[in-house]
């Protein structure tokens, strides 16, 4: 068997595990069985302390979901800052209903989505990002990664460092996140 990276057009889900982070049990809930509806595999976790735990026996996920602001010792943007220099493979995508303002450490190329947020913008969003960020292949002999260069962001997801507030689109999908104010 070859130990070559393969690239494909449209990622398959049932091969992308996504890692959501959420505090509320209701909204993490949601994300998880939308996402699993999709094909995803998710692992949840209740906090960005959680997380890091996941993130240190896994390697195999490929998508970081994260809310900000959570219980713990660290926010969704200190766990986005870690998830981009300790696992670069791993594509992260931060929500929350408003940036804090005057936040300046932050993940580069993360990307925002803003509270709430819609079912099918989040899942096209996951695909996009797992489609430009270079894959890990584990074999017993050797850990390959792919040089798959990241794109410069579209209006839709701009990366955290730039991105100050979005307003949400209405175009008539399900929203996750709209029960609670914003974190």
Same mark, same amino acid.
């Given at each position: 068997?070859?130990?070559?990276?393969?690239?494909?057009?449209?990622? &398959?889900? $049932?091969? +992308?595990?996504?890692?959501?982070?959420?505090?509320?049990? &209701?909204?993490?809930?949601?994300?998880?069985?939308?996402?699993? /509806?999709?094909?995803? @595999?998710? +692992? /949840?976790?209740? $906090?960005? #302390?959680?997380?890091? $735990?996941?993130?240190?026996?896994?390697?195999? +996920?490929?998508?970081?979901?994260?809310?900000?602001?959570?219980?713990?010792?660290?926010?969704?943007?200190?766990?986005?800052?870690?998830?981009?220099?300790?696992?670069?493979?791993?594509?992260?995508?931060?929500?929350?209903?408003? &940036?804090?303002?005057?936040?300046?450490s932050v993940a580069p190329e993360a990307r925002f989505i803003p509270k709430?947020?819609?079912?099918? @913008?989040?899942?096209?969003? +996951?695909?996009? &990002?797992?489609? @430009?960020?270079?894959?890990?292949i584990v074999t017993a002999q050797e850990? /390959?990664?792919?040089?798959?260069?990241?794109? @410069?962001? #579209?209006?839709?997801?701009?990366?955290?460092?730039?991105?100050?507030?979005?307003?949400?689109? #209405? $175009?008539?999908?399900?929203?996750?996140?709209? /029960?609670?104010?914003?974190?």
């Amino acid at each position: 068997m070859s130990n070559q990276f393969v690239g494909v057009s449209e990622p &398959l889900a $049932s091969s +992308i595990i996504v890692l959501v982070v959420e505090d509320d049990p &209701l909204v993490r809930a949601i994300a998880a069985d939308t996402l699993e /509806e999709e094909g995803f @595999e998710v +692992i /949840e976790a209740p $906090s960005a #302390d959680h997380a890091v $735990s996941v993130l240190k026996i896994r390697n195999d +996920i490929r998508v970081l979901f994260t809310d900000v602001t959570m219980p713990g010792t660290m926010n969704g943007f200190d766990l986005a800052r870690l998830a981009q220099q300790q696992y670069p493979h791993i594509a992260v995508l931060v929500t929350s209903g408003a &940036l804090p303002p005057g936040f300046n450490s932050v993940a580069p190329e993360a990307r925002f989505i803003p509270k709430p947020y819609k079912v099918r @913008e989040v899942v096209s969003l +996951i695909r996009q &990002l797992v489609s @430009e960020k270079p894959a890990i292949i584990v074999t017993a002999q050797e850990t /390959e990664v792919s040089s798959v260069p990241m794109p @410069e962001p #579209d209006k839709h997801s701009p990366p955290l460092s730039q991105a100050l507030s979005l307003p949400a689109h #209405d $175009s008539g999908h399900s929203q996750l996140g709209a /029960e609670r104010p914003p974190s």
